[in-house]
């Protein structure tokens, strides 16, 4: 590895001084080396460490002792291992910490300065000069996804600024090399790969700073799921967060969070070969009827924007095209192209420059024998004059294609894709994006009410406390005796429900503490009866602090909202319709506690369930400002009492636009109560 790295930065024609460490030669290359650290000239710089863990640390107090301010580590072996290799990665960096050298790594492929030509890495490398192209940044916790996000953007003709592997970050984070580039002038996108978000707050912090900059970042995060998330820990030695959670939150923060690596990739060329998303919609020019609706199917799956173009550019599209062609969009503009060359790009010209095209995507079919179907010069053109997004495809996937033709098509402007479907998908991780910015208001959590330990003891007092924060629930009262029980029932009136309070009973029906429906005095005193020996039989030991009647609430829309905090991410808020939606369909919303209530109400919308809210077959519109006041209440009741874990209301019932809402149940987690 050591002499790989050697090779490199000879081939890259470092413009530094070079030495290697070996006892057995006296040079690599033409390379002097010597036989240890030690006998190392003063006034290096920068040390790259290829030996066994077990000689790691002494190798760095070697560094330090010749004034090396920086190291890179390959040695695998630490976190990533268990107990033992985390100790000792531990050491390692508070060694460094004490004796200001900075370590990158361990267990990395190294780092690639391709605009100071400094490859300290033992990747198989050459040379790719930026040549003043706008470049892409990459940095990844795993080396091996560096290198193939590096390889497949180099072949795309996308110049790379700097390439990093950050491996187990014992000593320099993810977020310390977004800090140190966040204002680079070579790099405009940023491609980040992360395994796990170990400074997640740090992490967001970074990501404004980039986008204060003026640049854009696109981020893979592997591990959706459980049995990737135990990969992530393996690779890296740290526990992986929560996927959902951290999803949410970066959600609403100014990057584009892919699935893929096809979409990492795609998005990062889209981005760095055009300028950022306008307003507007997307036009699709096609050579194809059927192409054309293939297309529409994919926009209608993505959720993409067709624009509905005015009237002056379908007048100027007739000009061009035949009499048949239907002027629409997705275009099928016929294979009139055929006749002449520059025509496809003059009708793409004419697409770009209607006020309400964002974007337009050049789709025809494969030009294995030269057929001179893409003459982009004209649509390159006008996209550059509007300063809008451009992007092409053909149809066909592996199909030859004649020579030079990637390269040209790439050299006009904009990305290039062997298929539509992956086109499109990556446009529309761009317009989600961009309406997700356009949609944000101001951010912040509201005041809430501080709670204490016996609001928290159970429902009764938990309800009491909701209704001072302005969210309603039911007529009812805590009661201890059948008669108090009885008396409650007559003053709110039948029907009534019946519950179990105990701080140590969370799941009430699960030991039969719940009785509904209750309809008059002799079926008050049954409910009572059996639900004391439903308890006696299935919470025997548990102690009861009373009961709770409860005024019978009226139908409505079941939601479940809820509130978790995070130790890394902090306070997200869940939304999602209950029973069978919420446990089979997994139909839920989570987001941030401090998004405005435009950016909530918009986080409803994608609800599959949404149009319930909205109204279905003759049933009127859901109150849904009331649902957002209820939202905004619980976030600022997470925000004042730091000692809740879980909140959750289940359900809220929700009644028609205007009659407000209730909550039937809900719970408290605290700290305590964990374990």
């Known amino acids: 590895m050591a002499e790989r790295t050697l090779m490199n930065?000879?081939?890259?024609?470092?413009?530094?001084?070079?030495?290697?460490?070996?006892?057995?030669?006296?040079?690599?290359a033409g390379v002097p080396c010597v036989p240890t650290i030690s006998d190392l000239p003063l006034g290096i710089e920068t040390a790259v460490l290829s030996v066994p863990r077990e000689g790691v640390e002494a190798a760095?107090?070697?560094?330090?002792?010749r004034g090396i301010k920086a190291a890179v580590i390959y040695s695998a072996g630490f976190a990533e291992e268990g107990d033992e290799g985390k100790a000792d990665q531990e050491r390692i960096a508070e060694f460094a910490r004490r004796n200001d050298?900075?370590?990158?790594?361990?267990?990395?492929?190294?780092?690639?300065?391709?605009?100071?030509?400094v490859p300290l890495s033992f990747g198989p490398l050459k040379p790719e000069p930026l040549e003043g192209r706008p470049a892409v940044a990459i940095i990844s916790q795993s080396g091996a996804m560096m290198a193939n996000a590096m390889i497949s953007l180099h072949a795309r003709g996308v110049a790379v600024s700097y390439a990093v592997s950050t491996g187990n970050e014992g000593s320099v984070s993810i977020v310390d090399y977004m800090d140190?580039?966040?204002?680079?002038?070579?790099?405009?996108?940023?491609?980040?790969?992360a395994e796990l978000i170990r400074q997640s707050q740090q992490f967001i912090a970074a990501i404004r700073a980039i986008s204060d900059a003026g640049k854009t970042i696109v981020l893979l995060h592997p591990g959706r799921g459980v049995a990737a998330r135990e990969a992530a820990m393996s690779h890296t030695g740290a526990l992986a967060g929560d996927y959902d959670v951290m999803s949410?939150?970066?959600?609403?923060?100014?990057?584009?969070?892919?699935?893929?690596m096809e979409e990492f990739i795609d998005v990062a060329e889209l981005l760095v070969r055009n300028e950022p998303l306008s307003t507007g919609g997307l036009a699709i020019l096609t050579d194809s009827g059927a192409a054309k609706a293939l297309m529409l199917d994919y926009c209608e799956k993505l959720g993409l924007p067709l624009t509905k173009c005015t009237s002056e550019t379908d007048a100027r599209l007739h000009k061009l095209l035949p009499p048949f062609a239907s002027i629409s969009n997705p275009l099928d503009v016929t294979a009139i192209i055929l006749r002449d060359d520059a025509l496809l790009g003059e009708i793409a010209s004419v697409m770009i420059a209607d006020p309400g095209v964002a974007a337009s995507l050049i789709s025809v079919m494969p030009d294995p024998v030269g057929y001179p179907l893409f003459k982009t010069e004209g649509a390159a053109a006008a996209a550059t004059k509007e300063g809008k997004t451009l992007a092409y495809a053909v149809v066909g996937g592996e199909a030859a294609l004649s020579d030079g033709f990637e390269e040209a098509v790439r050299s006009a402007k904009g990305s290039f894709n062997r298929s539509p479907e992956r086109a499109l998908r990556a446009l529309s991780i761009l317009f989600q994006r961009r309406d997700q910015a356009q949609q944000a208001g101001a951010r912040g959590v509201p005041v809430g009410g501080v709670l204490t330990a016996d609001d928290l003891a159970y429902e009764a007092s938990l309800k009491a406390a909701l209704s001072r924060l302005g969210i309603v629930v039911p007529e009812g009262s805590f009661v201890r005796t059948v008669e108090e029980a009885r008396q409650t029932a007559?003053?709110?009136?039948?029907?009534?429900?019946?519950?179990?309070?105990?701080?140590?009973?969370?799941?009430?029906?699960?030991?039969?503490?719940?009785?509904?429906?209750?309809?008059?005095?002799?079926?008050?005193?049954?409910?009572?009866?059996t639900m004391g020996e439903s308890l006696a039989a299935r919470a025997a030991g548990l102690p009861i602090d009373g009961y709770l009647v409860e005024k019978m609430g009226r139908s409505g829309i079941e939601?479940?909202?809820?509130?978790k905090r995070d130790p890394d991410w902090g306070v997200t808020m869940m939304v999602g319709l209950g029973g069978v939606w919420l446990e089979v369909m997994r139909d839920r919303r989570l987001f941030p506690s401090d998004l405005g209530r435009a950016s909530i109400r918009a986080e409803l919308e994608k609800l599959k369930a949404a149009p319930m809210l909205h109204g279905t077959r003759g049933q009127p519109g859901c109150d849904i400002d009331s649902l957002i006041d209820v939202v905004m209440a619980l976030a600022g009741l997470m925000e004042a009492n730091t000692q809740i874990r879980e909140f959750e209301i289940n359900p809220l019932v929700l009644y028609p636009e205007g009659l407000g809402h209730a909550a039937l149940d809900a719970l408290a987690i605290v700290e305590a109560d964990e374990g």
């Open 248 to 260: 949410a939150i970066l959600a609403h923060e100014p990057l584009h969070h892919v699935e893929t």
């Open 9 to 28: 930065l000879i081939r890259f024609g470092f413009p530094g001084t070079l030495y290697g460490v070996s006892k057995s030669r006296t040079d690599v």
């Open 490 to 529: 007559e003053r709110i009136g039948y029907p009534v429900v019946l519950k179990v309070q105990s701080s140590a009973i969370q799941h009430k029906t699960e030991v039969g503490g719940v009785k509904v429906g209750i309809a008059d005095s002799d079926a008050l005193a049954v409910a009572w009866t």
């Open 60 to 65: 760095i107090a070697a560094c330090v002792d």
């Open 559 to 563: 939601l479940v909202v809820g509130a």
């Open 180 to 193: 140190a580039l966040a204002r680079d002038p070579h790099t405009k996108v940023f491609c980040i790969c």
């Open 101 to 117: 050298i900075t370590l990158a790594g361990p267990n990395c492929l190294g780092l690639i300065n391709y605009v100071d030509n």
